[in-house]
């Protein structure tokens, strides 16, 4: 009987950074990258300082790091302010006319805006918001379309040390309740609608629903984007462009202490009540610049497009801090990726001559599932690095994305991290790593990740275990709000004196990390527990196969049966002969062990808003039950209705 996850998949396809791109990336080569880890782990606060200095400060930090487990502060005693770090800071020399943002909506129209007018419409919003009650401290829940306006919003908070808490515009009504009566925020942004797949969305008649009978919300501030007619309540609710009108455009950052809360964000996570993990101030803008920078490898001249939206952590520390502290230009569509056609990522980069793209692979499976022909439909060369994040991202959807997006001369990054982490902690760093299809490879400086068995001990390279981290970091949550006990419990408490990452993991022998599920997803057949982003993985490596969920469902004879869902490419029919088809390529591609008990073909998998797969669902259905718990977080609920018993008959 085996403790420990079990790995079978081998993955030899390796590719080495190119001379012309090593030459001109921050760390040239694997050497430096190794040496840089290995000081950085002898003296990650100095490390973190190094990276804090290129930060603007108001007053310098007393200590680095007080730790006392599991609490952290970071840079204590120094003073800072994120908005004066993204906007401010690039107003004295030439980027006061770069672009900060080049706007897209879904219905086509662009806005761009430098970063002298980011700055003056983040400074004027402030003022809004001032003028509207919003203190220091005060929460504000933002719930918006992705326009300008939604970042501006964040940075405005952040000017005035008032804490953000984003709420996905894709969300419900129900959603924005739980989270108003968490945060306690009193004040609430949002626009009368948003565009998504050429639909209205009534984000303002949405708010309307949450705050029905709620006394404690006094403001709700409306942005104008679909000329929508809406309802506006009399004494409570204003447009943002009336008020605008009504104050002027000087607002001074407010110097905050670097541990003053910068915002709360909910994690739906797959289960139960959501989560609202707390950043802070000055760390988490140390950790997204500095991995910005590194991971991104960013030049003046980029044109950076990260696809999240700003109501997840991604778009937090990847569209908004990271880039904007490091003088970025970053695109913002507001869209549906297949809106009209299944190419507009592809004629957004080539008509602004996108440079770096990062995006989920949930999105890369739904491209390759519409099929080649659409990016061969255009110019993708200004392309000059990739990204991905969210999930393990298969080798085949990595070598779909590598040649037909990156025309086989991008370097990948596969970045893992967590709403909790704030910043990413394994990712290649471009021009340094060589790189493997399916693994975030190596930890970032100052990043002590390990595997570890159930009693704590590291595990040896190549077995599987739990992925913990075992020093702190800047970016790391401070705690769950409003709930310590929670975050002791949840983070703390598995493996002692360690952060608990809730994935399991396995290093090859180049000490690389494969991420191969969540831990609660585990199967465990006949003893040998497998993990399973494997059986995914060899199942997306068939032809026919555009996504796949594998769960476990109860069996007398090996404890677990595995139960394979997938959704296959077009062109592609269910079929009793498939399904054994699928069966063996499983069997041959990892081991008998692993064959599927039971392949279902489905039209659609259930997934998060965010695009991760709903495994607890799909256990319940693949058990016979009914679905029980949380669907809040579920993004279309007709596929659940859809979820038959297809076995392709
Ligand atoms: C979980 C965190 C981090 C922003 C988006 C998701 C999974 C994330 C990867 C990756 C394999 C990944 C993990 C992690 N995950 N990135 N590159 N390879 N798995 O944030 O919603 O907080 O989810 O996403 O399971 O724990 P999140």
């Known amino acids: 009987m085996s403790e420990n996850i079990e790995s079978h998949l081998e993955e030899k396809r390796i590719f080495k950074p190119s001379a012309a791109f090593s030459k001109k990336s921050a760390l040239g080569s694997f050497k430096a990258y190794k040496k840089l880890h290995a000081k950085s782990l002898k003296n990650p606060e100095k490390f973190w300082a190094g990276e804090a200095s290129h930060l603007l400060w108001r007053r310098k930090w007393k200590k680095v790091l007080r730790w006392k487990l599991p609490f952290s502060r970071w840079f204590d005693g120094g003073q800072i302010n994120a908005s004066e770090n993204c906007l401010d800071r690039h107003l004295d020399g030439p980027r006061r006319n770069k672009a900060a943002i080049i706007w897209e909506g879904e219905p086509g129209e662009r806005r761009t805006l430098t970063y002298q007018q980011l700055h003056r419409q983040t400074c004027v919003f402030a003022n809004v918001l001032k003028r509207n009650g919003v203190k220091k401290g005060d929460r504000v829940l933002i719930y918006m379309p992705l326009v300008p306006e939604a970042v501006i919003a964040m940075l405005a908070c952040a000017r005035i040390g008032a804490v ?78 009336q008020e605008a009108d009504a104050v002027d455009a000087n607002c001074p950052p407010v110097p905050l202490d670097s541990e003053h809360p910068l915002f709360i964000l909910y994690t739906s996570g797959s289960t139960g009540k959501p989560k609202g993990i707390l950043h802070t101030t000055g760390g988490y803008l140390v950790g997204t610049a500095s991995t910005t920078r590194y991971i991104f490898d960013l030049r003046e001249e980029d044109i950076y497009w990260c696809t999240a939206d700003v109501g997840w952590i991604t778009g937090h520390s990847y569209l908004v801090y990271g880039p904007l502290a490091n003088g970025a230009t970053c695109v913002l569509y507001e869209g549906a990726p297949n809106w009209p056609e299944p190419d507009r990522f592809w004629k957004i980069i080539a008509e602004l001559g996108v440079t ?98 159930d009693k704590g001990r590291e595990v040896p390279h190549g077995e599987g275990g739990k992925l913990v981290i075992r020093k702190p970091w800047p970016s790391m949550l401070r705690t769950i709000h409003g ?167």
Not at 384 to 412: D, F
């Open 164 to 241: 953000h808490t984003v709420v996905f515009g894709g969300f419900s009504s129900e959603s924005i309740k739980d989270r108003l009566a968490d945060s306690g925020a009193k004040v609430v942004v949002t626009a009368d609608a948003g565009y998504r797949r050429g639909q209205v969305v009534p984000l303002k008649q949405n708010v309307d629903h949450a705050i029905e009978g709620n006394t404690a919300v006094h403001r709700v501030i409306v942005h104008r984007r679909a000329n929508l007619d809406i309802h506006m309540r009399d004494g409570r609710d204003v447009w943002w462009h």
């Open 356 to 453: 770096i793209l990062y995006t989920a692979p949930t999105a890369i499976r739904a491209f390759m599932k519409w099929g080649d022909e659409w990016p061969k439909k255009h110019d993708l060369s200004s392309l000059r690095l990739l990204g991905s994040v969210g999930e393990p991202i298969n080798p085949e959807a990595w070598m779909w994305y590598h040649k037909l997006i990156g025309g086989g001369r991008c370097p990948i990054v596969d970045t893992w991290w967590q709403t909790e982490t704030g910043a990413i902690l394994i990712s290649p760093l471009p021009g340094a790593t060589p790189l493997k299809p399916g693994t975030a490879t190596l930890p970032f400086f100052g990043i002590d990740a390990a595997i570890v068995d």
């Open 483 to 649: 709930d310590k006990a929670r975050y002791k419990k949840q983070y703390w408490s598995e493996v002692k004196g360690s952060y608990f990452t809730g994935d399991g993991a396995r290093r090859d022998k180049d000490g690389y990390f494969w991420i191969v599920g969540r831990i609660d997803d585990v199967l465990n057949v006949a003893g040998h527990r497998l993990g399973t982003a494997e059986v995914e993985s060899a199942l997306v490596g068939h032809p026919s196969v555009a996504e796949a969920a594998v769960v476990g469902k109860p069996d007398e004879i090996k404890g677990q049966g595995v139960v394979a869902f997938v959704t296959l490419r077009e062109g592609h029919a269910a079929s009793p002969e498939l399904a054994d088809q699928l069966r063996r390529h499983v069997g041959q591609a990892i081991g008998p062990i692993a064959k599927p008990d039971e392949v279902r073909f489905a039209e659609a998998l259930p997934k998060t808003r965010s695009g991760k797969i709903m495994r607890r669902l799909l256990k319940q259905i693949a058990s016979g039950g009914q679905i029980s718990g949380d669907t809040t977080t579920l993004e279309d609920f007709s596929v659940l209705a859809r979820l038959g018993n297809n076995t392709g008959e």
